[in-house]
Each structure stands twice: as C-alpha cells, then as structure tokens.
C-alpha cells in the first residue's frame, strides 16, 4: 500500500514524547496490558505500515497520544486503565457518508433485491422527503445514526448535502452537519434537481451561484456525482472549479456505475479522494498511483446493490492509497458499520486484513488530508477503539460481531 500521505507527521508528533525517558505528566492516563496496537507508523513495532507493537501501552495526555510502547516501559501516571489483553487500533475515519436526509427507501431496496438494478433516480425519493423535513427530524436522524458509527467505533467522519437541492435545503443541510463535524461535504451537483429536468444547465449555473455563496461558508469540501445520469465530465468540471474558487476543495463520486472521466478529473484537479472506483481503465490506476488523489471505496453500495466489486488489490499493486468508507446514505449503502466494510473488503475485494485496517484508519485520514487522526503516535488526537479481541484481524475473522467494547475521542472515553 501507498502509506505517503497517511504516514506524513505533524508538527506535534514530531516533537512529542516517544520513550519512557521523555517527560509525561503524571496527571496522564495509560491504557497499559494491550495485546496488540496498531499505530499506523511503520518507525514502529514491528515497522510494517501497522507499526504492530504487541504487549503494547498508550498514554494519553488531554486530547493527545503522548507516549506508545511496550506495557512495561510505560511512564508513570496517576491514571491507568487496563485493557485486558484486548486489542486496541485507530479510531475508524469514515470519508464518505451521506447523513442528513430524512425518509425511507425499503421499498425501493426490497425491489432491487427481488430483481431491478439501482438508478440514480432512486435519490429522488430522499430528495423530496428531505425537503418536507423540519431542521430538528435532519438534526435528529443525523445524530442518530452518528451515535450508531460511534458504537461500532467512528471517530472521525465526512458528510455532505445533497438531498435539498435548492439553495434554502443544501445550506440548512451543511449547517446541520457543520454543528457536529468539521469534514462537510456541498454536493448540491448530486444529481439534477427534479425542478430543473428540463433545464440540466440552468441547474449547474444555480449549483455553481447562488447555492455555492449560501452554502459554501459552511463547507470545506466540495462534491460532485460524476455519472451518466447525473453530471458528465465538462459539468463536473466546471462545478469543481467554482468550488475553488470559493477555498472548498475537491473530491469526485467517480466510476462508480460505469467507465467515465470521473477518476481523471479528480486527478487533474487534485481532488482529495475519488470515490467508488469500480469501473477502471489501466489509465485510471496509474493516474491514482501517481497523484495525491486517494481511492476512496465503499464496499456497502455494492453489497446492497449486487454489483461489481471494485478490484482494491488492482490500486493496491499498481501503488495507489486506498481509502475504505461506509458511503452510509439511505439508497444504496444504509450501513454505518466500519467493521462490516472491512470485512467485506477482505473477503470480496482482495485486501488483507491488515490493508482493510490500515484504510479504514490512515487511508480515510488521508481521504481528508488529515495527520492528526487514523493513527496512535505522539502528537495524534487521541481517538482510539478497544476490541474484544487480542487482534485487529478479528474484525474480518469474525464478520458481523459487534467487537468494539470501548471507544475513546479526544482523549475522553465515550463508548
């Protein structure tokens, strides 16, 4: 795997405690007896992009890591806590989510399991309940099913707009999602509004005017659904570009249900990350393994579509960073489950179990171009996950479990 822009230290790890011998304030917690820790640091343990350190200790010092080694030459403090030979890994850095929307789409999943493909028209349906929806049912729903990933051990997540599609719905969407995560998403280039079927022009001029000035103070990204159906290359150019220009940077729905030029244009534009990445030329593979782009895959949609797998051992070869993300949206991937996406990936997609990890930690840190979390070195946030298992492998070895047993963010233990 391509661990360049995932391994790239801060500022803070650089110059923080790594040994015993380092000053760590006794008023620090330890988390000592950890079976195996994964630091995403190859400098470390057993060098492997995991950075394993068996036998292993955290000390955590307010919102920061401050110190990882071995349990017996963990610092003194005031404050340890024992995590029973468990095993203890990154918080899961969810990149792609789709939250705040309202309404049910069982109907439309029962009948694609009985038979029909999915269509992008399906985000119709959400549309139009999205917009019939109060500000507290968004706010309620969206914090509903954040407290469900928290459980299963998210840490860090992405979300975007994109079931409003008029100026009024995308900006309270971003608004809502900017109360509970820095990473917010403006897609208001989802899919033409059903107000302006009959003008798909019109609809990229208000995408790229007047709803990008509404919704772009509360937004650091921006998203476009590069597809036939939705958006093609010159229309998701120039929506991409607007973006810029207003300081939110890039990242592409790309590839997802046919070959396309989203994959190329997130590279020409150095998008963060294109996502879905099923249907890839050689061209493609190499433009990601030779960019700063990052293959974000979402193995939900095709579990709950029934389509191609995208090929992860393909980018993984070729040298691109591989990202995995739940996609969690009501259509097409209603799952909020890291571990669910990581098992899939192991089994469908040609990832081991350490790759699956490390993409779901590091490659979804680097999906945002964030150094502070995905890992456990000096100097990251303190977002971590225990499980009830002496190993990581066991979110792939025993699929469907629910293994997360403790969860901590911030330095502050929530779960």
């Known amino acids: 795997m391509n661990t360049g822009p995932a391994a790239t230290n801060n500022p803070a790890a650089s110059s923080a405690p790594t040994s015993a011998n380092s000053a760590v304030a006794k008023t620090a917690t330890a988390i000592v007896n950890i079976a195996s820790l994964v630091t995403n640091d ?7 992009p995991l950075g394993l350190i068996q036998d292993a200790a955290v000390v955590i010092d307010g919102d920061r890591v401050v110190w990882v080694g071995e349990s ?11 995590a029973g030979g468990r095993a203890v890994i990154p918080g899961f850095v969810d990149s792609h989510s789709h939250l705040v929307f309202a309404g049910d789409r069982t109907a439309e999943f029962n009948a694609r399991m009985s038979g029909e493909a999915y269509k992008a028209g399906g985000i119709r349906t959400t549309v139009a309940a999205t917009r019939a ?8 729903n969206l914090t509903r099913y954040l407290d469900e990933a928290l459980r299963q051990g998210t840490t860090t997540f992405e979300t975007k707009s994109g079931y409003g599609l008029t100026v009024e719905d995308e900006a309270r969407a971003l608004r809502i999602a900017a109360a509970h995560t820095d990473e917010v998403t403006y897609l208001g280039a989802h899919i033409v509004s059903p107000d302006y079927a009959d003008d798909p022009a019109a609809y ?3 995408v790229t005017g007047g709803m990008l ?14 597809e036939k159906g939705a958006f093609d290359g010159d229309q998701a150019r120039a929506i991409l570009a607007a973006g810029k220009v ?3 940077h890039p990242r592409v729905h790309a590839n997802q249900l046919t070959y396309g030029p989203g994959v190329q244009l997130a590279v020409e534009l150095d998008a963060a990350s294109a996502d879905h990445c099923t249907h890839l030329t050689d061209e493609d593979v190499d433009a990601l393994a030779n960019s700063s782009t990052v293959a974000t895959l979402l193995p939900g949609a095709e579990f709950s579509t029934r389509a191609q797998w995208p090929n992860a051992r393909r980018l993984l070869d070729a040298g691109a960073t591989v990202a995995l993300s739940t996609d969690c949206n009501p259509g097409s991937s209603f799952t909020s489950s890291v571990p669910f996406c990581i098992a899939l990936a192991v089994r469908d997609m040609g990832m081991t179990p350490n790759e699956a990890l490390w993409s779901a930690t590091a490659g979804g840190a680097a999906a945002l171009r964030r150094t502070d979390v995905g890992r456990l070195t ?15 492998v066991h979110l792939a070895y025993r699929p469907g479990v629910p ?13």
């Open 42 to 48: 190859p400098s470390l343990g057993d060098h492997t």
């Open 72 to 82: 017996s030459k963990a610092p003194a403090t005031d404050n340890r806590v024992d």
């Open 133 to 140: 929806a109060s500000d507290e049912d968004l706010e309620r």
């Open 204 to 206: 990229v001029d208000l």
């Open 213 to 226: 000035d509404a919704c772009a103070p509360y937004a650091r990204w921006i998203d476009v659904f590069c």
């Open 246 to 248: 207003k300081g939110l």
């Open 378 to 392: 000096p100097g990251a946030r303190a977002d971590l996950t225990v499980l009830d298992a002496p190993s990581h």
């Open 403 to 415: 293994l997360v047993t403790e969860v901590w963010r911030k330095g502050v233990r929530v779960v």
